[in-house]
């Protein structure tokens, strides 16, 4: 096996640059095989009496020449640097290089796809362009110069003001100027040809915004939401955080071949088309409810990111945490408070718990870092979101608000640390964070178990909370983390309670491994604890199914509300894991199917029809995984399906009542029509199951098909698909051959075509998908396609990734060899399900391991990969 040398850097390692860059001026020559770059940077000591020579990174650059001030010097290029040598307190490199943007595989630096030309900096994408200080604390002033031929390019853009252009032989060409200096990861290019969408925006102070949304050739239509969006989320941050725009333009791009979801450049925004691309005969309501949301996170990253930036990429979640609060509470504002709330919860409850649990574990301020593309992680982002949102729990929106506002004044055009943020809430709230600090250092997730007891005489319940955290890989020893918990209390009978010793804002504090509380309420009273999901923390309390009844029926809180149905879900798996692994017959779900027939049955006009929808929902086989440390999967597969099947035969009337009575009024989105909607679908689907339940699968299918027939928004048509997919429906080959027939020129649209078939919950997948590999609209080294294929079965189809033949590891690895040395970022994400094998039975332990360690001998293994399969391979 090869050696691999690839280093960890060490937060604590940090040094202050030796030097910084006041001004960058670049010509960029495009070319797809071989665009010529010429930089001009002014460089400035920043150490007194230092004579260390100027170190620059590269990677990917064909270098042609390098001068100090127009003179020829003394340089040396190796493994990745530029090292030049005696040089001046203060000088301009001149640097000219040539990259390759067609053959820019990686998607990181300036790459071609799809006939555009455009960038992707973040993380360090910058040295594949040219020879840079490229790291987050070095800010410096743009000037830039885009020369191409006019056919193909007649857009060229850049950061900021557009301040020349003209035509000069035979080519024409843009001069871009950027007032505010930024580090290298926020610089943009894009040249192509484009709809073009434009708007304008009036801030509060009165600045007249030119905006202007970039879309392929022929989508113009479906940009408009996209822009809609863009005015709504300029209009929210002055209203909610007092935050102007401070351009006099704003671009949005939207591309085809991205490595993630969007990238806040300043005043040049490049988004994955997926989230700007929306019509209401192509685009689901989520897909709309998540356009606004990506629009909204991108523009608000230009204060969070852009104006006050990292000082080093340790500091990722500083700028990335803020943000997904801000844009969270915008969606909560402008959409859906409720959905937001529920939706953000289950990326915790899943996904962050899993990662959590896992090898690449890791601190919401990570200490050890190989590659940073491994950690856009939602750690980083969703748990470090919950940790702003907790800060928030404990000051009250108006201290967070001046805290906001002393962080971005104080620091403003600077690039700054975690620390620095927290001591500006502290500040402008009086509060003392020390101790929450421990939300940042430790990796892993809190147990919190909860007990009572009542005195009687005294007539005052006794509330004990205890938290534990369990070692992490990297620490063995876990401190106290200071927890908010949000509390109320329930009568018997369903009453609120407002004891006098309950804080007035509800918040309980935990930040002991035990303390005891007590409140003076009814006897037979119920603690509510963590209402909307108060802490990232795993709760266990002495609920039985009638509290959980109280609350699913009582509770004003959303979150506990849609929870309650979970818990019982829960409750069942705990009670029937034994009997479901032994292959037993499983007990009807009795206290399920209770609370879901009291939900429908209390239906009423105003009836929150999302949190209704997602109170019915099942929880997710992978949320299932979360329930417990270790995964019993035959098992939870077998309880999950009793337990739908169990809940559609019983509820089959009901369901039909709602398939046939909640219906939305027009396919536009809108939030009423998306409750509308998921409700009339999610009844569908169960009265479909009932069918097929009760040896109908006829009359399902008729069913299925005529909905698809004739519903015209795509979320209709792409549900009514999914349900004749995953229940295997007499006419699913129709739908699925009428669909593709529509559709199969538009890409985005045949993604959801890829997506149903490979998260469909059955071990058959992994040779549908397979097949799906060859299908003509298949692009093996799109992202887009990449994710909704084989991304879709491994990170949303565990009964298909993990059959026990290992066929589903197999494909895994052959879609990551093939990625290895393409696109490994793109690779490495979709091997997160391997990395903790430790948790599954032994069969399926040692097929991943069979798996992980062929990729470990692969020659020429990428330092994205290589650092997830070591972290996973070394543990004991
Ligand atoms: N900063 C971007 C965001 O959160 C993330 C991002 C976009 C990114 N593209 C990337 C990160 C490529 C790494 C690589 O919106
Ligand atoms: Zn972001």
């Known amino acids: 096996m090869e050696k691999k ?15 910084t860059a006041t001004t960058t001026e670049m010509v960029f020559e495009l070319a797809d095989d071989a665009t010529v770059v010429k930089t001009n940077t002014r460089y400035k000591r920043l150490t007194t009496n230092s004579k260390a020579p100027l170190r620059l990174v590269g990677e990917d650059l064909e270098l042609v020449s390098v001068t100090i001030d127009g003179f020829s010097c003394k340089y040396k290029e190796e493994a990745g640097k530029l090292i030049v040598e005696n040089v001046p307190d203060e000088f301009e490199l001149q640097i000219e290089n040539i990259i390759s943007p067609i053959r820019n595989s990686e998607l990181m630096g300036l790459y071609k796809s799809n006939g555009v030309f455009c960038t992707q900096c973040e993380p360090e994408g910058f040295r594949r362009i040219t020879y840079a200080l490229d790291r987050p604390d070095v800010l410096t002033k743009y000037k830039v110069t ?43 290019l894009v040249a192509g040809t484009f709809d073009i969408l434009e708007d304008t925006y009036t801030t509060r102070s009165g600045r007249k915004v030119n905006l202007q ?20 989320a300029m209009r929210w941050d002055e209203d909610r955080f007092s935050l102007e725009y401070d351009l006099d333009n704003f671009k949005v791009v939207a591309v085809d071949f991205f490595n993630q979801g969007a990238m806040e450049n ?35 990253h230009n204060y969070t990111g852009d104006r006050v930036t990292l000082r080093d990429w340790f500091q990722l979640s500083l700028k990335e945490s803020l943000t997904v609060f801000r844009d969270q509470e915008f969606s909560s504002d402008v959409a859906s408070r409720t959905l937001t709330r529920l939706k953000a919860v289950e990326v915790i409850r899943g996904p962050q718990f899993a990662e959590d649990a896992s090898p690449m574990s890791h601190p919401v301020r990570p200490e050890e870092v190989m590659e940073m593309n491994n950690f856009y992680t939602v750690t980083i982002y969703d748990k470090g979101a919950e940790v ?17 506002s002393l962080y971005l004044n104080r620091f403003d055009g600077q690039a700054v640390t975690i620390e620095d943020f927290l001591c500006c809430m502290e500040e402008a709230s009086g509060y003392d964070l020390k101790q929450f600090r421990n939300w940042y250092t430790q990796d892993g997730t809190p147990r919190v178990s909860a007990s009572w007891k009542y005195d009687s005489s005294k007539k005052q319940m006794l509330l004990h909370l205890e938290q534990h955290t369990p070692a992490t890989l990297k620490q063995k020893e876990k401190k106290p983390f200071y927890i908010p918990v949000r509390t109320s209390f329930l009568t018997r009978e369903g009453y609120p309670e407002h004891p006098a010793e309950l804080p007035t804002n509800g918040v309980l504090v935990l930040n002991e491994e035990q303390q005891d509380y007590l409140f003076t309420v009814l006897e037979g009273s119920l603690p509510v604890l963590f209402r909307d999901f108060s802490a990232p923390v795993k709760l266990s309390a002495p609920y039985t ?41 499983l007990p009807v779900p009795v206290a399920l199917i209770d609370a879901y027939s009291y939900l429908l049955d209390n239906i009423s006009a105003d009836t929150d029809l999302l949190l209704l929808n997602e109170s019915l929902k099942l929880p997710s086989l992978s949320s299932m995984m979360e329930f417990s440390d270790t995964i019993s999967l035959d098992a939870l597969i077998r309880i ?56 109908k699968a006829e009359e399902a299918s008729k069913l299925v098909i005529d909905h698809y027939h004739n519903f015209q928004s795509m979320t209709d048509k792409l549900s009514a698909m999914q349900t004749a997919v995953h229940l295997d429906l007499p006419c699913k080959d129709q739908i699925l051959r009428e669909f593709e027939e529509k559709w199969s020129n538009d ?19 992994v040779f549908t998908v397979r097949n799906l590999l060859k299908h003509p609209r298949y692009d093996s080294n799109n992202p887009n396609r990449i994710r909704a294929l084989p991304g879709a079965m491994a990170l949303s189809n565990p009964v298909a990734l993990h059959r026990k033949d290992g066929a589903g590891y197999a494909l895994l690895c052959d879609v990551v060899t093939y990625l290895n040395d393409k696109n490994a970022h793109v690779a490495a994400r979709i091997l997160t399900p391997l990395i903790n094998y430790k948790r599954f039975d032994e069969v399926r332990q040692e097929q991943i391991v069979k798996y992980l360690n062929k990729l470990m001998g692969m020659r020429n293994l990428s330092r994205s990969i290589y650092e997830k399969v070591e972290a996973a391979l070394k543990q004991e």
């Open 747 to 765: 890409a985005l649209v045949m993604d959801n075509f890829f997506r149903v078939q490979a998260t469909c919950p059955n071990e058959e997948t």
């Open 388 to 404: 702003i949102r907790m800060i928030h729990t404990l000051i009250g929106e108006t201290n967070f608000k001046a805290g906001l």
């Open 146 to 188: 885009i020369f191409a031929p006019e056919y193909g390019c007649s857009v060229m853009l850049s950061n900021g003001n557009l301040i020349e252009q003209g035509k000069k032989n035979g080519r024409h060409y843009t001069v871009w100027e950027d007032p505010f200096p930024k580090p290298s990861y926020l610089f943009a």
């Open 640 to 695: 999950r399906a009793h337990l739908e099947s169990s809940v559609a035969v019983e509820l089959a009337d009901r369901y039909r009542k709602v398939y046939e009575t909640v219906k939305a009024e027009t396919p536009a989105y809108s939030v009423g029509n998306m409750g509308q909607r998921a409700m009339n679908l999610n009844a569908l689907y169960m009265l479909a199951l009932a069918y097929k339940e009760s040896s």
């Open 5 to 19: 040398n690839y280093k960890a850097a060490r937060r604590l390692d940090y040094t202050a640059p030796e030097f």
């Open 545 to 585: 199914e009638q509290d959980f009844k109280i609350m699913l029926e009582h509770c004003d809180d959303p979150f506990i509300k849609a929870d309650s149905s979970v818990q019982l879900a829960s409750i069942y798996v705990k009670h029937n894991l034994e009997a479901a692994s032994r292959s037993e017959d």
């Open 213 to 232: 949304l970039y879309v392929d050739r022929g989508y113009y239509d479906r940009g408009k939401w996209a822009m809609e969006s863009i005015k709504e």
């Open 266 to 300: 300043k005043s040049l925004n490049i988004f994955n088309s997926i989230y700007v691309l929306v019509d209401k005969e192509s685009a689901t309501d989520s897909a709309f409810f998540n356009v606004q949301s990506v629009i909204g996170h991108e523009y608000f």
